[in-house]
């Protein structure tokens, strides 16, 4: 089990530029979760998906980021018209199960930097 | 919705004594409360876990006490060690709502 798979690890955009995250959570994990992490506001929740179902997104800035997540290992993160602001670790975790128990298996993150 | 409350942001104790962190929630219907553990340069682990039909759960040096009423909760590290220092979250979840709401983190530096 590989865990749950970020890219890129780093990146580095200018701003006004887009910038895209990807996710590949544990095989088998009904619920897909992105938070973002700063040393000022700790682990912010962003969105959770469960079956590939947007569930909630009330975290995320609407204007600029978008989430989706076409099929069961694969999700997606887009800031577009990013800031420096949005300078940022994007963690993606999985769970599995319903309910809202159990342990958050987090990736490695992406860290963003806007420029 | 849901927010949680922890503090200190910034922990220091001397090798061997305890660390106790303190988190507190809004919402009573949250029923679910993780504590988290990131090391430098690693993503976050689950280190315990308390629901609301417990008071008290301890796993080995790790102590998690609940208080509903209050709407409290607290992790103790008992005969902290060096390799106890790192960010801790705390988090509260509440039934029928998948999502986790943290803590903003409490860093914590064990001395020897």
């Known amino acids: 089990n590989a865990g749950v798979i970020q890219t890129p690890r780093h990146k580095v955009t200018g701003k006004g530029q887009e910038a895209t995250l990807w996710c590949e959570p544990i095989?088998?994990?009904?619920?897909v979760f992105w938070y973002r992490q700063t040393i000022v506001q700790g682990l912010e929740f962003l969105t959770y998906f469960r079956n590939q179902a947007p569930i909630d997104d009330s975290g995320m800035p609407k204007e600029r980021f978008s989430a989706q997540m076409p099929n069961q290992s694969h999700s997606t993160l887009k800031i577009q018209s990013t800031q420096p602001q949005d300078s940022a670790v994007y963690l993606c975790?999985?769970?599995?199960?319903?309910?809202?128990?159990?342990?958050?298996?987090f990736g490695e993150g992406s860290k963003l930097t806007v420029l | 919705g849901e927010q949680v409350e922890q503090l200190p942001s910034i922990l220091r104790v001397q090798e061997g004594s305890s660390a106790s962190i303190n988190c507190s929630y809004e919402?009573?219907?949250?029923?679910?409360f993780p504590w988290y553990k990131q090391e430098p340069g690693e993503n976050p682990k689950l280190i315990i876990d308390i629901r609301s039909n417990m008071e008290r759960k301890q796993i080995q040096e790790l102590i998690v006490l609940l208080d509903k009423k209050a709407k409290r909760f607290s992790l103790h590290i008992t005969d902290t060690q060096p390799g106890d220092s790192a960010m801790y979250f705390c988090?509260?979840?509440?039934?029928?709502?998948?999502?986790?709401?943290f803590g903003a983190g409490t860093r914590l530096k064990v001395i020897a």
């Open positions: 919402d009573s219907a949250s029923n679910y």
């Open positions: 975790a999985s769970r599995q199960g319903w309910g809202n128990t159990g342990q958050l298996y």
């Open positions: 988090a509260a979840s509440e039934e029928g709502n998948y999502k986790y709401v």
């Open positions: 095989s088998g994990h009904s619920a």
